[in-house]
């Protein structure tokens, strides 16, 4: 849980700065200073072109629309696309070379009418804040790349959060039984290279699709903004926020985390997990959500 609210923490911010950005498009960002006359110029003042005393000193220049589209888009991305840290760099990074080819053609004309220029406060803080957008994306890029099991911390290596066994004897594990420490197999450690842990939706609506896990922390629910693995509306027995998966690459184990689900998460065998413990499955093993109809078989080849 511990890397979602990080996430969610660092997208707020990016919305906040991405406003600022809007309303910075509207401040001068440089001045023009010919005789005694100043002349402030904005993004909004080049696009429809700047006058003075009724006469138009320059014609308008649309490309700096990108200049306030550009964190309207940023401010979309970050509602509705999953993933958003590289398009997010992307767009910053262009909004980064639009200013900066505005200032550069803002001085060029003032230099050739024997104006002297200079940029203002808020054109260097408006720079910044695009620059610590671009450092909050790559933050969260780290984030949602970062496997989050969770309780905030790596489960033990273990089946089924189950303390080790002590003296060599085993101990008992949630799923029943005696819980012994999985160690992986050599070959099998080193041909995790070659292969990839998928979550196979065995539910009529999922068509049998397959879908890669990856470093990923997997989200499974209804919620279509968050989740990876997504459930209609009307299914019975699933949350927006269901549960997650994750792999552990150490043990060559699925992780599987119940969310504080309204209906709870599964074992094939009946068993419901608790809210926010790890559980424990290997490759080919599958869990259900809210119904058994609900199956979700985990498996790495």
């Known amino acids: ?67 306030v589209v550009i964190p309207i888009v940023m401010i979309i991305v970050l509602f509705s696309v999953k993933g958003p840290s590289i398009p997010f760099i992307i767009l910053n990074a262009v909004d980064i ?5 505005f200032i550069i053609k803002a001085k060029d004309l003032a230099e050739q009418s024997y104006c002297q220029f200079r940029v203002t406060p808020w054109y260097i803080i408006m720079m910044l804040l695009i620059v610590a957008n671009i450092v909050l994306a790559v933050l969260l890029l780290r984030i949602d790349s970062r496997p989050d099991y969770g309780m905030g911390s790596m489960p033990p290596p273990y089946m089924n959060n189950a303390a080790p066994p002590m003296g060599g004897m085993g101990m008992a594990s949630p799923m029943g039984g005696m819980a012994q420490p999985v160690m992986p197999k050599q070959e099998e450690a080193e ?18 699709m397959k879908i890669p896990l990856g470093n990923t922390v997997f989200l499974i629910g209804r919620d279509a903004q968050e989740c990876a693995l997504v459930y209609g509306d009307n299914t019975p027995g699933v949350s927006n926020r269901h549960c997650q998966v994750a792999f552990d690459k150490l043990n060559l184990q699925f992780v599987i985390t119940d969310l504080g689900s309204t209906y709870g998460t599964f074992l094939m065998n009946g068993q419901k997990l608790n809210a926010n413990v790890p559980y424990r499955l290997s490759s080919g093993e599958s869990f259900y959500v809210g119904d058994p109809a609900n199956a979700i078989r985990v498996e790495y080849g």
């Open 191 to 208: 041909s995790w290279v070659k292969k990839m842990p998928v979550v196979c939706p065995l539910s009529p609506e999922h068509n049998g």
């Open 97 to 101: 070379v639009v200013w900066i080819l």
């Open 1 to 67: 849980m511990q890397n979602n609210n990080s996430s969610t923490m660092l997208k707020n911010i990016m919305r906040i700065i991405s406003l600022a950005l809007i309303a910075l498009f509207f401040i001068p960002s440089c001045v023009v200073s010919c005789a005694t006359v100043e002349i402030p110029v904005s993004g909004l003042d080049a696009v429809i072109g700047v006058s003075y005393e009724g006469e138009k000193v320059t014609e308008p220049n649309f490309l700096m629309l990108l200049a």
